[in-house]
C-alpha cells in the first residue's frame, strides 16, 4: 500500500509543482527566449552540482525557440523576395536610365551638330568654318575696295590729263583757226595786190 502510494503523492506533488510553476511562468516579466532561459535557470534546483529543470519549464522554452527560428525563417524568406524584388525594380531603374542616358547623349549630339548642305558640322568646327570665311571675305572685299579706290584714283587722274590735253586741243585748234583764216587774209592780200600790179602793167 505505502509503495504504491508514494508513486501517486509523488505524481501529485509533480503536478502541483508544474501548475505553479507555470502560473509563476505565465506572470514572467521578460518573454523573450533570454528572459526565459534566465527564469528556466533561476526556477531549476542544484542537485551534486547538476541542474535539475523542470520538464515542463524546457518543453515551453524549446517551444519558444522553435516558434521564434520558425519567425526568423520566415522573415528571412520575406526579406530574400524583398530583396528580390527590389534587385528586379534596380535592375529595371538602371535599364531605364541607360536608356535615358544614352537618348541624351544623341539629343546632345543633334544640338552639337548643324547640318550644312547636307554635311553634319560640330558646331565648333562650324563656327570656325564660318569666322574663316567671314575673314577672307572681309580680307577679299578689303583688297577689293583698295584696288578700287587706285583704280577711281587713276581714273581721276587720267581724266585730268584727258580733259588738259582736250583743252591744249582746243586752244591749239582755235590759235590754229586764226592763224589759217590769217594766213587766207595775207594770201587774199598778196592775190589783191598781183592783181592790182596786172592791173597797172596793162
Not at 520538464?55 to 520558425?70: E, G, M, N
Not at 552639337?112 to 554635311?119: A, H
Request: charged letters at 25%.
Amino acid at each position: 500500500m505505502k509503495r504504491t502510494l508514494l508513486p501517486l503523492l509523488g505524481l501529485f506533488l509533480m503536478c502541483l509543482i508544474t501548475s505553479q510553476t507555470s502560473a509563476q511562468d505565465s506572470t514572467m516579466v521578460d518573454p523573450s527566449l533570454k528572459g526565459q532561459y534566465q527564469l528556466m535557470l533561476s526556477k531549476s534546483r542544484t542537485l551534486d552540482g547538476y541542474k535539475l529543470i523542470n520538464p515542463y519549464r524546457l518543453t515551453s522554452f524549446y517551444k519558444s525557440v522553435t516558434d521564434t527560428i520558425r519567425k526568423e525563417r520566415q522573415g528571412h524568406i520575406g526579406a530574400q523576395t524583398k530583396i528580390k524584388e527590389q534587385a528586379a525594380t534596380i535592375a529595371g531603374l538602371n535599364n531605364e536610365i541607360k536608356g535615358k542616358e544614352a537618348s541624351l547623349a544623341t539629343s546632345n549630339a543633334r544640338l552639337d551638330q548643324i547640318s550644312f548642305l547636307g554635311i553634319p558640322f560640330d558646331k565648333g568646327t562650324y563656327n570656325t568654318i564660318v569666322w574663316v570665311l567671314i575673314i577672307l571675305l572681309a580680307i577679299a572685299l578689303a583688297i577689293v575696295t583698295i584696288r578700287s579706290a587706285k583704280s577711281i584714283q587713276e581714273a581721276k587722274y587720267r581724266s585730268g590729263l584727258y580733259e588738259e590735253i582736250a583743252q591744249e586741243y582746243q586752244t591749239y585748234k582755235v590759235k590754229s583757226n586764226e592763224k589759217e583764216k590769217k594766213l587766207a587774209r595775207e594770201l587774199q592780200d598778196e592775190r589783191n595786190k598781183l592783181e592790182e600790179l596786172r592791173t597797172r602793167g596793162n
